[in-house]
């Protein structure tokens, strides 16, 4: 592993002590900071990366070989989740402000005053994504939802992209106050990081043995804290027999184009695709997908774990090549493929079900309803689950197909990839798409990682925080028991 060696530039600490240190001392300010100025902050960050677009998506391309025109639409979409987290922040409705009224005639004992809020957890480690260079980088959603929820961040940069990372932290140096946004780089930093006592919260998108080797070193903690990170993920899609026929070829042309989109480098690739035994439809996969050009990885770690996946996928017993090409000699770069078993093997042979990070798809074959039941139930669970079926005759079936599928987000007649940024997204799920199967790291909801409730028991106002003042001086939504909910989606 090689980590930039020149002097540490501004934003960027050498070591995650002295990150931890500086985001510890930044952070009662920052949680202090009126609600509309810690909006304003986000509001300068994705001003910045807009300005410099060009610079850094010319640095991106040299270190992710993504392409120009997928890193200038992550920038943007970076942009507008650090404008809806300011969004979230101006609305308030985030600090989950509920007040408890006094009751002094209540039975069986007078009822004191209650006033419930969220309030920062502190400061918050982030490990940022090798495939998302911005979105879930140094300024990418789990920063921005941190910084809106009012907690410093200390970055640990990814190794694919770390003069990235560095540029990104200059330009929220520029910013930020002092210490609420620091980049560290070096898998040792990492784990001292986890380990830091002035880390509160660690967020993670990766691989599922990074993030179970983090996750267990933030419980080994004598003070354990949260840790939410975002793993693999096989999410099936299921195609029902009524949709197979009246659609196929669209359906094949579909996923194909959705495993090979980013070089299949998203952990919301389909990786198993159930179509009935008796499908017609091998030529049209072949065709698809041999049309998809070979492209470079992420980078060589990346690429040599697809190969060697792939390579122990297609030479099991129980599974068929359906599309398999020589390993390329440029080492970096991937070469699409599809392979193919039945249901009942994929039962037999749990071994298969591992993910294979790169433009790779399992093609499982179903003879009956309960064939394909039976399978699904044997599935780990995953950040997605897609059915394809036509309505009105598969209603039934769906029914039956969807609370079976465990996932965080079950999809009808869709595709998994292309995660929309909004208010109800749930982009999490059970172990092992997630460490934490209540939370989303995507979307509104994602800043609510980042908070825990305080009740304030009988607080004269001078004592209470702002937002659960009499006077309200800031003007947020406060949920006054017995009286109208704050509508729900507001955050
Ligand atoms: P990775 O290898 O897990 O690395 C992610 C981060 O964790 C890096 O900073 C890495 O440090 C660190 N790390 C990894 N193993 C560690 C360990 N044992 N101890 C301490 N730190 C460790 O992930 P990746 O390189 O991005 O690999 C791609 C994988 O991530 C795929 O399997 C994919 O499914 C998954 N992924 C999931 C999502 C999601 O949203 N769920 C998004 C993207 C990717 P170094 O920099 O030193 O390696």
Not at 200 to 223: E, I, K, Q, Y
Not at 327 to 341: E, G, H, V, W, Y
Request: charged letters at 15%; glycine letters at 8%.
């Amino acid at each position: 592993m090689s980590y930039p060696t020149a002097a540490p530039s501004q934003g960027r600490a050498a070591t995650s002590a002295q990150a931890a240190t500086q985001a510890r001392a930044a952070a009662p300010a920052l949680a202090a900071l009126p609600l509309p100025e810690r909006a304003l902050l986000l509001r300068g960050l994705s001003h910045a990366l807009g300005e410099n677009a060009a610079p850094l998506a010319a640095i991106a391309e040299d270190e992710t070989r993504l392409g120009m025109e997928r890193l200038r639409s992550e920038i943007r979409r970076t942009q507008a989740q650090l404008q809806m987290f300011a969004d979230v922040i101006e609305a308030g409705a985030f600090l989950d402000v509920v007040i408890d009224p006094p009751d002094p005639s209540a039975q069986p004992a007078p009822r004191p005053d209650i006033r419930r809020m969220l309030v920062p957890l502190g400061p918050i480690a982030v490990f940022s994504a090798s495939n998302f260079p911005f979105a879930f980088s140094v300024l990418g959603g789990d920063t921005a939802s941190a910084l809106a929820a009012g907690c410093p961040v200390v970055v640990k940069a990814h190794e694919g992209h770390p003069r990235l990372s560095d540029l990104a932290g200059e330009l929220a140096a520029e910013i930020l106050p002092a210490g609420v946004l620091t980049v560290v780089h070096g898998r040792e930093e990492g784990r001292r990081l986890v380990t830091d006592p002035a880390i509160r919260a660690v967020g993670f998108t990766g691989s599922t043995s990074g993030g179970r080797a983090l996750f267990d070193l933030a419980n080994s903690r004598p003070d354990p804290i949260p840790f939410y990170g975002e793993l693999g993920s096989l999410n099936p899609v299921v195609v029902t027999r009524a949709a197979c026929r009246a659609r196929g070829t669209d359906i094949v042309r579909e996923y194909i184009a959705s495993v090979a989109l980013g070089q299949g480098q998203f952990c919301t690739k389909p990786g198993l695709l159930f179509l009935p035994a008796d499908h017609a439809l091998h030529a049209r996969l072949r065709q698809e997908i041999t049309a998809v050009p070979p492209a470079p990885l992420l980078g060589l770690w990346i690429s040599a774990a697809y190969h060697a996946t792939l390579e122990q996928l297609a030479t099991h017993p129980a599974v068929r090549p359906l599309h398999l090409t020589h390993k390329p000699d440029d080492p970096r770069t991937s070469t699409p493929a599809l392979l193919t078993t039945s249901a009942k093997s994929l039962r037999t042979h749990p071994e298969l079900l591992r993910e294979c990070f790169g433009p790779a798809s399992l093609i499982v074959t179903y003879t009956a309803t309960e064939d394909l039941l039976e399978t699904l139930q044997a599935l780990p669970a995953g950040l997605t689950a897609t059915v394809h079926g036509q309505e009105p005759e598969d209603e039934a079936l769906a029914q039956r197909l969807t609370a079976t599928m465990q996932a965080g987000r079950l999809i009808w007649n869709g595709w998994p990839t292309g995660v929309a940024v909004t208010a109800a997204m749930h982009h999490g799920g059970p172990w092992p798409a997630t460490t934490s199967p209540l939370h989303t790291s995507v979307g509104n909801r994602a800043i609510g990682r980042w908070m825990r409730p305080v009740a304030y028991q009988n607080m004269p106002e001078g004592l209470l925080p702002a937002p659960l003042r009499r006077a309200n001086p800031w003007n947020v939504p406060q949920q006054v028991v017995g009286s109208r909910p704050i509508p729900d989606g507001k955050i």
